[in-house]
Protein backbone atom coordinates (compact mmCIF):
# COMPACT_ATOMS: atom_id res chain seq x y z
CA UNK A 1 0.00 0.00 0.00
CA UNK A 2 1.57 3.42 -0.84
CA UNK A 3 0.65 6.76 0.53
CA UNK A 4 -0.77 9.58 -1.19
CA UNK A 5 -1.44 12.91 -0.84
CA UNK A 6 -5.07 14.20 0.22
CA UNK A 7 -4.96 17.00 -2.17
CA UNK A 8 -5.69 19.56 0.03
CA UNK A 9 -3.78 21.28 2.60
CA UNK A 10 -4.54 22.87 5.28
CA UNK A 11 -2.80 24.63 8.76
CA UNK A 12 -5.27 22.95 10.57
CA UNK A 13 -7.26 20.04 9.50
CA UNK A 14 -10.41 18.42 10.17
CA UNK A 15 -9.36 15.84 12.82
CA UNK A 16 -6.91 17.78 14.33
CA UNK A 17 -9.10 20.71 14.52
CA UNK A 18 -11.69 18.54 16.65
CA UNK A 19 -9.11 16.72 18.73
CA UNK A 20 -7.56 20.27 19.80
CA UNK A 21 -11.57 21.35 20.44
CA UNK A 22 -12.14 18.08 22.63
CA UNK A 23 -8.85 17.82 24.25
CA UNK A 24 -9.08 21.57 25.47
CA UNK A 25 -12.77 21.27 26.61
CA UNK A 26 -12.30 17.74 28.38
CA UNK A 27 -9.45 19.81 30.67
CA UNK A 28 -11.85 22.61 31.16
CA UNK A 29 -14.58 19.88 32.13
CA UNK A 30 -11.55 18.01 34.48
CA UNK A 31 -11.44 21.42 36.94
CA UNK A 32 -15.34 21.58 37.19
CA UNK A 33 -16.78 18.50 36.89
CA UNK A 34 -15.26 16.51 40.63
CA UNK A 35 -14.01 12.96 39.92
CA UNK A 36 -13.96 13.07 35.81
CA UNK A 37 -9.89 12.63 35.71
CA UNK A 38 -10.29 9.79 38.37
CA UNK A 39 -12.86 8.20 36.10
CA UNK A 40 -11.40 8.27 32.71
CA UNK A 41 -7.26 8.08 34.14
CA UNK A 42 -6.08 4.79 33.39
CA UNK A 43 -5.97 2.56 36.45
CA UNK A 44 -4.15 -0.84 36.30
CA UNK A 45 -6.73 -3.59 35.57
CA UNK A 46 -6.41 -5.19 39.18
CA UNK A 47 -7.61 -1.62 40.77
CA UNK A 48 -11.15 -0.99 42.29
CA UNK A 49 -10.59 2.00 40.13
CA UNK A 50 -10.19 0.63 36.21
CA UNK A 51 -13.38 0.90 34.21
CA UNK A 52 -12.42 -0.47 30.21
CA UNK A 53 -13.53 2.59 29.12
CA UNK A 54 -9.98 4.31 30.42
CA UNK A 55 -8.11 2.18 28.14
CA UNK A 56 -9.70 5.36 25.68
CA UNK A 57 -10.27 8.22 28.02
CA UNK A 58 -7.52 8.46 29.37
CA UNK A 59 -5.79 9.94 26.47
CA UNK A 60 -8.54 13.00 26.23
CA UNK A 61 -7.21 13.79 30.23
CA UNK A 62 -4.22 15.49 31.21
CA UNK A 63 -2.89 17.12 34.39
CA UNK A 64 -4.76 19.69 36.20
CA UNK A 65 -2.05 21.07 37.80
CA UNK A 66 -0.89 23.56 35.42
CA UNK A 67 -1.67 24.08 31.64
CA UNK A 68 1.85 23.01 29.93
CA UNK A 69 0.85 19.44 30.00
CA UNK A 70 -1.84 20.46 27.36
CA UNK A 71 -0.23 23.05 25.91
CA UNK A 72 2.96 20.68 24.97
CA UNK A 73 0.39 17.73 23.75
CA UNK A 74 -1.69 20.32 21.64
CA UNK A 75 1.04 22.04 19.98
CA UNK A 76 2.99 18.37 19.07
CA UNK A 77 -0.47 17.25 17.61
CA UNK A 78 -0.87 20.23 15.53
CA UNK A 79 2.94 20.47 14.48
CA UNK A 80 2.94 17.12 13.35
CA UNK A 81 -0.45 15.92 12.69
CA UNK A 82 -1.35 18.80 10.57
CA UNK A 83 1.22 17.47 7.96
CA UNK A 84 -0.15 14.20 7.97
CA UNK A 85 -3.46 14.36 8.09
CA UNK A 86 -3.04 16.47 4.50
CA UNK A 87 -1.12 13.89 3.41
CA UNK A 88 -3.16 10.71 4.55
CA UNK A 89 -6.15 12.26 4.73
CA UNK A 90 -9.00 12.94 7.79
CA UNK A 91 -10.14 9.29 7.88
CA UNK A 92 -6.84 7.57 7.81
CA UNK A 93 -5.32 10.05 10.16
CA UNK A 94 -7.97 9.48 12.81
CA UNK A 95 -7.91 5.93 12.58
CA UNK A 96 -4.25 6.08 12.40
CA UNK A 97 -4.36 8.42 16.01
CA UNK A 98 -7.05 6.18 17.71
CA UNK A 99 -5.29 2.90 17.39
CA UNK A 100 -2.05 4.82 18.62
CA UNK A 101 -3.64 5.76 21.48
CA UNK A 102 -5.29 2.84 22.72
CA UNK A 103 -2.11 0.61 22.08
CA UNK A 104 -0.19 3.29 24.21
CA UNK A 105 -2.63 2.08 26.80
CA UNK A 106 -2.93 -1.74 26.48
CA UNK A 107 1.24 -1.22 26.56
CA UNK A 108 1.33 0.86 29.51
CA UNK A 109 -0.96 -1.47 31.62
CA UNK A 110 1.47 -4.43 30.66
CA UNK A 111 4.28 -2.22 32.01
CA UNK A 112 2.68 -1.64 34.91
CA UNK A 113 3.87 -4.43 37.81
CA UNK A 114 7.53 -3.78 36.28
CA UNK A 115 7.49 -0.21 36.83
CA UNK A 116 6.07 -1.25 40.49
CA UNK A 117 8.97 -3.40 41.33
CA UNK A 118 11.37 -0.46 39.93
CA UNK A 119 9.19 1.49 42.57
CA UNK A 120 10.14 -1.03 45.32
CA UNK A 121 13.51 -1.06 44.24
CA UNK A 122 14.30 2.71 44.42
CA UNK A 123 11.87 3.63 47.21
CA UNK A 124 13.30 1.37 50.25
CA UNK A 125 11.97 3.73 52.93
CA UNK A 126 8.72 2.04 52.56
CA UNK A 127 10.35 -1.18 53.44
CA UNK A 128 10.15 -0.05 56.88
CA UNK A 129 6.52 -0.20 57.10
CA UNK A 130 5.44 -2.34 54.34
CA UNK A 131 7.17 -5.77 52.71
CA UNK A 132 8.51 -5.39 49.12
CA UNK A 133 4.83 -7.22 47.64
CA UNK A 134 3.03 -4.81 49.77
CA UNK A 135 4.79 -1.77 48.26
CA UNK A 136 4.42 -3.62 44.87
CA UNK A 137 0.12 -4.30 45.22
CA UNK A 138 0.22 -0.61 46.49
CA UNK A 139 2.16 0.91 43.34
CA UNK A 140 -0.45 -1.16 41.20
CA UNK A 141 -3.69 0.39 42.94
CA UNK A 142 -2.78 3.64 43.27
CA UNK A 143 -1.67 4.04 39.69
CA UNK A 144 -2.96 6.23 36.80
CA UNK A 145 -2.02 7.29 33.82
CA UNK A 146 -3.37 10.18 31.47
CA UNK A 147 -3.18 12.03 28.73
CA UNK A 148 -2.53 12.43 24.65
CA UNK A 149 1.41 11.88 24.80
CA UNK A 150 1.20 7.97 23.59
CA UNK A 151 -1.09 8.67 20.54
CA UNK A 152 0.97 11.65 19.92
CA UNK A 153 4.40 9.76 20.26
CA UNK A 154 2.91 7.39 17.72
CA UNK A 155 2.35 10.58 15.03
CA UNK A 156 5.66 11.88 15.93
CA UNK A 157 6.91 8.28 15.35
CA UNK A 158 5.37 7.98 12.02
CA UNK A 159 6.02 11.74 10.93
CA UNK A 160 9.83 11.22 11.39
CA UNK A 161 9.58 7.98 9.33
CA UNK A 162 7.91 9.70 6.28
CA UNK A 163 9.41 13.36 6.89
CA UNK A 164 12.81 12.62 8.05
CA UNK A 165 14.86 15.45 6.98
CA UNK A 166 12.29 17.79 8.16
CA UNK A 167 14.40 20.17 10.30
CA UNK A 168 12.73 20.64 13.98
CA UNK A 169 14.04 23.47 16.21
CA UNK A 170 15.20 22.48 19.84
CA UNK A 171 13.98 25.83 22.05
CA UNK A 172 12.94 27.50 18.77
CA UNK A 173 16.99 27.84 18.29
CA UNK A 174 19.24 24.51 17.68
CA UNK A 175 18.33 22.69 13.89
CA UNK A 176 18.06 18.63 14.40
CA UNK A 177 16.56 16.34 11.60
CA UNK A 178 13.22 14.67 12.61
CA UNK A 179 15.17 11.08 11.80
CA UNK A 180 17.45 12.28 14.82
CA UNK A 181 15.46 14.49 17.03
CA UNK A 182 12.54 11.97 17.88
CA UNK A 183 14.25 8.76 17.95
CA UNK A 184 16.43 10.37 20.94
CA UNK A 185 13.38 11.67 22.57
CA UNK A 186 12.27 7.74 22.64
CA UNK A 187 15.66 6.55 23.80
CA UNK A 188 15.51 9.17 26.96
CA UNK A 189 12.10 7.47 27.27
CA UNK A 190 13.10 4.22 26.63
CA UNK A 191 16.24 5.03 29.81
CA UNK A 192 13.88 6.26 31.98
CA UNK A 193 11.07 4.26 31.41
CA UNK A 194 13.26 1.06 32.67
CA UNK A 195 14.71 2.98 35.89
CA UNK A 196 17.67 4.13 34.78
CA UNK A 197 17.20 7.72 34.51
CA UNK A 198 15.46 9.93 37.49
CA UNK A 199 13.19 8.18 39.88
CA UNK A 200 9.85 9.47 39.96
CA UNK A 201 9.36 12.22 37.95
CA UNK A 202 5.30 11.26 37.14
CA UNK A 203 5.80 10.86 33.65
CA UNK A 204 4.51 7.51 31.41
CA UNK A 205 7.18 6.90 29.95
CA UNK A 206 5.96 3.24 28.76
CA UNK A 207 2.73 5.02 27.02
CA UNK A 208 5.22 7.28 24.98
CA UNK A 209 7.14 4.29 24.15
CA UNK A 210 3.92 2.23 23.45
CA UNK A 211 2.26 4.43 21.33
CA UNK A 212 5.71 5.38 19.02
CA UNK A 213 6.23 1.44 18.50
CA UNK A 214 2.31 1.03 17.76
CA UNK A 215 2.78 4.16 14.93
CA UNK A 216 6.28 2.71 13.99
CA UNK A 217 5.06 -0.76 13.29
CA UNK A 218 1.41 0.68 11.64
CA UNK A 219 3.94 3.26 9.43
CA UNK A 220 6.00 0.40 8.37
CA UNK A 221 3.62 -2.00 7.49
CA UNK A 222 1.43 0.66 5.17
CA UNK A 223 4.93 2.17 3.60
CA UNK A 224 6.24 -1.30 2.76
CA UNK A 225 6.46 -1.13 -0.91
CA UNK A 226 7.54 2.84 -0.62
CA UNK A 227 10.95 2.29 0.56
CA UNK A 228 11.95 5.88 -0.81
CA UNK A 229 10.19 8.17 1.82
CA UNK A 230 12.67 6.51 5.02
CA UNK A 231 15.69 8.11 3.09
Not at 4 to 21: C, V
Not at 180 to 192: F, K, N, T
Not at 205 to 228: D, E, M, P
Request: charged share 10%; glycine share 8%; aromatic share 16%.
Amino acid sequence: MSYYSSGRTSSLPPAIKTLLIINIAVNVAQHVIPGLTNWGALHYWSSNAFHPHQIITMMFLHDTSGIWHLAFNMLALWMFGSVLENFWGTKRFFNFYMICGIGASLITLLSVPFSASQFATHHTEFLDQYNTMQVIEGYKEQYSALGASGAIMGVSAAFAYLFPNTELYIYAVLPIKAKYAIPLYVLYDLISGLGIGIQGDNVAHFAHLGGALIGFLIVLYWNKTNRKNFY
